[in-house]
């Protein structure tokens, strides 16, 4: 373990130490330690600041006494001032090292057990992860598959009977649950052998799973084996009781590898009674099933734009993979899992997938082993600083832009899905996307592209099916254009 020792000088000329260690891959220890000065400054101006703006029964603005202020506000005025001290220090100690984090630092202890004492300093440690230390390697004339993508008739029928399903009625049963069926109800999430629960939800949804998806399917984001069978000869009313293991590769680190009950009370269920055609011309505001489905072409065709270029960033990831050694931190952070899932969560909604089929795709990617979980974080840091690299930034307009298309695809207007966004604090994660798929755009800039039939595709894409990074295209087949391979600009 190495480590070194630095003083920050801050803008009022009061230092502060800064201690840095190793204490593991990409993986960095701050103590830092504020100075009595500097903390006895801070603290009086945060009650000079109270002094002035307080007000107290009986007294002017400004003129309560000071003790009596001290003793009404003094303890949130003192864990206020700390923070913004601990902040403020962090700060200055990442920006004057050079470090360069990757995710929110994670005390070593509590802060709330700090004590903030005038004339004494202020000392304390945070966990930072950090990008590991490696070379890119040459990133001209890395070769490049480009399915060639055509929407067909049956391409348009297929979407158009999605639509029917998604903008439809639906009505009440009692049991019976066949594929499709919404079964809703109240459930928990608990360790084995523990009363009190890690989740609970009043309005939780399962979907009954169909005949394709062999059975299994997603209950609160976990991977359910058997689940079609476990809902066939239930009704509204029952409980059911699954017991299961925590993925490891899950966001929640106590929920990994653990022995886990969900209880799910059956409190109402309903099937999914299509729109018909008329519906959804009324809908679409068309007046005609051929303007329908010409419409349905146009969405489509920016569905395959997607899939194609989600295809050859694939490649790209793969070729990165193989070519880069780097240390990684021991296990997956819980912010590390939760930055994939949610990247992957965006990328899935702006290729169109309904939202059920997104949730199962997540769960199915929580179940990952953990190698691909790992393959996963290293693709994290290679795209960084491929970014750094090609000078990549990304604007608020084509955040905006892609918040929009978003929105598109799921019928939302993009000012409503950006409020839902920034309300869950999730802008920053589709910068995030846009970030790392403009770098590796770059790549595919300089990449020696070879333009393949789609049928050609789903071959070599079922015969990597067992690598730890896939693509995701269409299932059906979509052109035939002739084979040619050109050189991309360098």
Known sequence: MSESTATTENPDQTATDVKIENVGPALKRLTITISPEAVSEKLEESIGTLLHEATLPGFRRGKAPRKLLERKFGSSVRSETKNQLIADAYAKAVEAHGIHPVGEPEPTEPTDKLELVAGKPLSFSVDVEVVPDFELPELVGIPVRKPLLEITDEHIQDRIQRQQVRLGESTPIEGQ????????????????????????????????????DGGKGPVLGLMVDGLAGMLKDRAVGDTLT??????????????????????????????????????LLEIFGVESEDILREQMRMALQHQCDQEQATA??????????????????????????????????????????????????????????????????????LLRRLGEHFKVDVSEQEVNGRIATIAAQHGQRPDQLRAELARTGKINDVARMVYEQKAADRVIAKAIIEEISAEKWN???????????????SKKTITKKKTSKKTGSK
Do not use: C, W
């Open 312 to 381: 050859m960033r694939e490649q790209v990831y793969k070729h990165l993979l193989q070519a880069v050694d780097m240390e990684l931190p021991e296990k997956l952070s819980a912010g590390q899992a939760a930055r994939a899932l949610e990247g992957h969560r965006l990328e899935l909604l702006e290729r169109g997938l309904a939202p059920d089929d997104v949730e199962r795709q997540l769960a199915e990617m929580r179940g990952d082993s953990e190698t691909q979980a790992r393959d996963r974080l290293k693709l994290f840091f």
């Open 177 to 212: 649950f066949q594929e499709g069926d919404r079964v809703l109800g109240q459930v928990t999430l608990a360790k084995q052998g523990q009363d009190e629960p890690l989740f609970d939800n009043e309005q939780a949804i399962i979907v009954f799973p169909g005949a394709q």
């Open 242 to 279: 699954i017991e299961t293991v925590g993925p490891d590769g899950h966001e929640r680190e106590d929920i990994r590898g653990a022995q886990l009950t969900i209880t799910f009370r059956i409190l109402q269920a309903e099937r999914p009674v299509p729109a018909t055609i008329e519906n």
């Open 459 to 473: 071959e070599i894409s079922a015969d990597e099916s067992g690598a730890a990074t896939t693509t995701r295209t």
